[in-house]
């Protein structure tokens, strides 16, 4: 019999598979079709948040951001390929992060898996999964924007990637995950995805310091509209897509996507229009996306009546938290990572605790208002969790790069945009220089 020879997964893209055939369950087409195209969809919402981004942010700046976006999606598709899908998935490590037996998905078969994808082969699922893996770094770009180096956000978004995302998938989603087996409630991402991406913005946004001119407005309005057009479109596959099958759990993650985010936008404008006398179309963009966030763990587990008290109030605290608490501790969040997707992410954990209903999904677990106080101890101490992984491991990552290369380009390289300076390339090539909006 020959011996097994194990190779570094780094070396395992030249080889050839070891695909496993045997069947674990009978695929369903119906849901396998489901679940691709839910990956398309959520796939589709990187370009549309550097469509987002890019519209909000200088003129000189646009390249910069949307290259961001668009470089993670090729990093980060291989990177899951070779071990990131394997350390979020495969196996168990003291309940905090899997093993290589994935690696280069090596082992991953053509057929269900009966941990993780029943009716769907379990290469699908990896690559739904990978979708998620992607937009979760380039939320935080939002944070930084305008002024870290290029080469420095690809180390960062690696090192990011591997350190933090795929031990936090792990802890939620991974079978043996301790926060999974502690029963905390995340059906599509408020901790892993919105809370870790936010507060880690939060802590590069502190590490780097501010920009020279921090009150910026954003350059092209229908940019933003309609990369906040794709988030919204694309956020069905990234919630519904999450019930991995074709059924009742996946229509209801569908109506509650769009409800909550609808009265999050009502939420936002009408506080807005209240205080400062005028209903803008950033902020009515800014509180859909931040609806969509704050529904995004609870979306498998609650009514659609919930979701509109959960919209609502996270475009409220999210419009609260971008117009006053930022401007207060004076940290210099560019396009409000935190601002909405921590602080959406962590209403939305919470909510799960309160309005989650096992008469919508019987998997799930009852919340505090049906009579199941301990399940929103459980999602606090989810977010805690979080909070203290996510910032710290971002901390340890952002000084270790420092001590081997520049973090943040210089003055005079910020004041010439990072269009130039980075790229050597302009979004607007109309025969004259790009119009700084903001002097």
């Not at 994935?102 to 699908?124: F, H, K, Q, R, V």
């Not at 985010?261 to 209240?274: D, N, P, S």
């Not at 921590?342 to 309160?354: D, I, P, Q, Y």
């Not at 208002?369 to 910032?391: D, M, R």
């Amino acid at each position: 019999m020959k011996k097994k020879i194990f190779v570094p997964a780094i070396f395992l893209i030249t080889a050839v598979p070891n695909i496993a055939f045997a069947a674990t369950g009978k695929i369903d087409t119906g849901d396998t079709a489901f679940i691709l195209f839910s990956a398309a969809l959520v796939m589709i919402m990187t370009p549309g948040l550097a469509l987002f981004y890019g519209g909000m942010v200088n003129g000189k700046n646009v390249i910069s951001i949307m290259m961001q976006s668009f470089t993670i999606i090729a990093l980060i598709s291989v990177q899951w390929v070779l071990f990131g899908f394997s350390l979020s998935f495969s196996g168990d490590t003291y309940h905090l992060i899997g093993n290589l037996h994935w690696a280069g998905l090596n082992n991953i078969g053509l057929e269900p898996d009966s941990t993780y994808s029943s009716t769907i082969p379990l290469l699908a699922f990896m690559v739904y999964q990978l979708m998620f893996a992607i937009i979760t770094p380039a939320l935080i770009t939002g944070a930084f924007a305008e002024r870290m180096k290029f080469s420095a956000f690809i180390v960062f978004t690696l090192l990011w990637t591997t350190l933090v995302y795929d031990p936090l998938a792990h802890w939620v989603w991974g079978n043996g995950g301790w926060l999974k087996n502690l029963g905390a409630l995340d059906f599509a991402g408020g901790t892993v995805v919105h809370i870790s991406s936010g507060v880690s913005g939060l802590v590069a946004a502190l590490i780097l310091g501010k920009r020279k001119n921090a009150k910026m407005v954003p350059h092209h309005m229908p940019m933003v509209l309609m990369g906040a057009a794709f988030l919204w479109f694309g956020w069905f596959g990234f919630n519904a897509g999450s019930a991995l099958s074709v059924n009742g759990i996946a229509v209801n993650a569908f109506v509650v996507t769009n409800t909550a985010a609808a009265a999050a936008a009502i939420g936002w404008v009408l506080t807005e229009w209240k205080v400062s006398g005028k209903p803008t179309l950033l902020g009515a963009v800014s509180g859909a996306v931040a609806g969509l966030v704050a529904i995004t763990p609870a979306s498998g587990y609650v009514t659609a009546v919930s979701a509109i008290v959960i919209g609502v109030i996270s475009g409220i605290i999210c419009f609260i938290s971008v117009n006053y608490i930022k401007h207060k501790f004076g940290y210099d969040d560019s396009l409000d990572a935190f601002g909405i997707h921590g602080v959406g992410g962590t209403w939305g954990a919470l909510a799960t605790g309160l309005f989650a209903t096992k008469a919508i999904n019987p998997a799930g677990a009852n919340g505090l208002f049906y009579g199941n106080p301990n399940q929103l101890l459980i999602q606090f101490l989810s977010v805690a969790a979080t909070y203290i992984f996510a910032g710290l491991m971002s901390f340890i990552i952002l000084k270790v790069i420092s001590i081997f290369m520049e973090l943040r380009v210089t003055k005079e390289e910020e004041e010439l945009g990072l269009d130039i300076v980075e790229h050597g390339e302009e979004a607007y090539n109309l025969g004259f220089k790009a119009i700084d909006f903001n002097q």
